[in-house]
């Protein structure tokens, strides 16, 4: 399994990267938030997670080991995949998903696209006793990508999350109309993925 990457980043996406490790170059992906962390030529240093399917070995790659870890703990659970691990990750913080599993928050984990009532009850069910003891942290806001057509490529990376293109579209109009300063993506990115969570 590949627990971690090092290298110079040979391309930001919204929620991808690739990294060059020894003149090979990884396809990362990410959560938009540790994307926009990232530079082209900046060093790198994720912590990796490998899924392997009969069809594909994908790479997710996070910014510490607690995001990991999370991510490979929910897709313990029956019906959860990397993509709706990842959107998890996406929607929210590590330690709030962990505070809402083990408080039973189900109107919480159902914000996540992909997630219903039922499997929300199902990851309380099995995950309640696994999620160890939830710490506040204050981890510090990512930096903002640079783009030209900031609202297609943040609608963009929603539906990549599993929202749909009018769901998409809606949140970003909404927040762009909320708040005509904000112009980066990943500000926008945060505030609709805040709109759809409500």
């Known amino acids: 399994m590949i627990a971690n990457l090092r290298g110079p980043v040979l391309h930001v996406g919204l929620d991808q990267v690739v990294v060059d490790v020894g003149g090979v170059g990884y396809l990362v992906h990410t959560t938009p938030a540790t994307a926009a962390a990232l530079r082209t030529g900046q060093e790198a240093d994720l912590s990796t997670s490998l899924v392997v399917r009969e069809d594909a070995l994908t790479l997710y790659g ?36 962990r505070s809402a599993i083990a408080e039973g928050d189900i ?59 009018k769901q998409a579209d809606d949140a970003v109009a909404k927040v762009a109309a909320a708040d005509p300063e904000l112009t980066e993506v990943s500000a926008l990115l945060k505030a609709a993925l805040r709109e759809l969570g409500r």
């Not at 499997?119 to 903002?144: F, H, M, N, T, Y």
């Open 62 to 97: 996070f910014g510490g080991t607690d995001e990991r870890d999370l991510f490979e703990l929910v897709q313990t659970v029956s019906g959860v995949g990397p993509r709706i691990a990842l959107a998890m990750l996406a929607v929210a913080a590590p330690d709030e998903i």
């Open 107 to 165: 109107p919480r984990l159902v914000k996540t696209p992909g997630v219903g009532k039922k499997g929300a009850e199902r990851i309380v069910l099995e995950l309640k006793d696994k999620v160890g003891p939830v710490v506040a942290s204050s981890a510090p806001e990512a930096p903002a990508a640079p783009a030209s057509t900031q609202h297609g490529q943040v609608s963009e990376a929603l539906v990549g999350l599993g929202w749909s293109a």
